[in-house]
């Protein structure tokens, strides 16, 4: 029962364009959203969050945005560059656990 | 300076044997965690500790022991090793109090297990 969904397992843009990674959900209880970003053989690194009272969070060049009613979570990256390279996971926090979906790996092309 | 480190990097040992893996966090961080991700590259929690106090504790085989002697410190002792524990390990730490979320989580390098 995966409670949380990333239906992409890659996506390739070209460095300067906008980079959009999704995420959906099914538990309403989630209160807390994150992205995570994961070089090989490294631990996940946190990227950017969004409490559930807010639709936008804007860092540099992440942005993630919440649509509750949808229950849909993405992060754009813009513009995207060959840096940005890795797998992304998102998370989401109910008490004190973080459920984790499967992982998007972004390429971005020079 | 390391903030979340675990050791062994790498762990190749037979089925039946019994290991363990140390993590430490250096950040003053409340509670810390487990992780294992498996083949399918799903990270799910197995553990976690608040304050040495086990406070989460999935669906996992009694095989595994999570010990915590002081908050900086959650090492994972797994016996009677099986095929099927091979996986990554990541210990993580967040500065989470007794109440509230987790929020951001600070991870390790991660162990690769095998099992054999």
């Known amino acids: 029962d995966q409670q949380v969904k990333q239906n992409s397992p890659s996506l390739s843009v070209q460095e300067g364009r906008i980079s959009i990674l999704n995420c959906d959900y099914t538990n309403s209880m989630f209160d807390y959203f994150l992205w995570y970003k994961k070089y090989p053989a490294e631990g996940p690194t946190f990227l950017i969050s969004i409490s559930s009272i807010k639709d936008k969070n804007e860092d540099g060049r992440f942005t993630v945005f919440l649509n509750k009613s949808a229950k849909h979570l993405s992060l754009h990256i813009v513009p995207s560059q060959p840096g940005d390279s890795a797998v992304y996971f998102c998370a989401m926090s109910s008490n004190y656990k973080l459920t984790f979906g499967k992982g998007t790996l972004l390429t971005v092309n020079p | 300076d390391t903030a979340v480190s675990q050791t062994p990097k790498y762990l190749v040992t037979q089925m039946g044997n019994d290991k363990s893996i140390k993590c430490e966090q250096n950040?003053?961080?409340?509670?810390m965690y487990w992780y294992k991700q498996d083949s399918k590259k799903f990270l799910k929690i197995m553990f976690s500790y608040n304050n040495k106090e086990l406070i989460i504790n999935e669906t996992v085989p009694n095989r595994f022991s999570p010990k915590s002697p002081d908050k900086a410190h959650l090492n994972l002792h797994i016996n009677s090793l099986e095929l099927g524990d091979s996986a990554v390990y990541f210990c993580?730490?967040?500065?989470?109090?007794?109440?509230?979320?987790?929020?951001?989580?600070?991870f390790g390098p991660g162990t690769r297990l095998t099992v054999t």
């Open positions: 950040l003053g961080h409340d509670t």
């Open positions: 993580a730490s967040s500065p989470a109090g007794a109440s509230g979320s987790s929020y951001e989580q600070y």
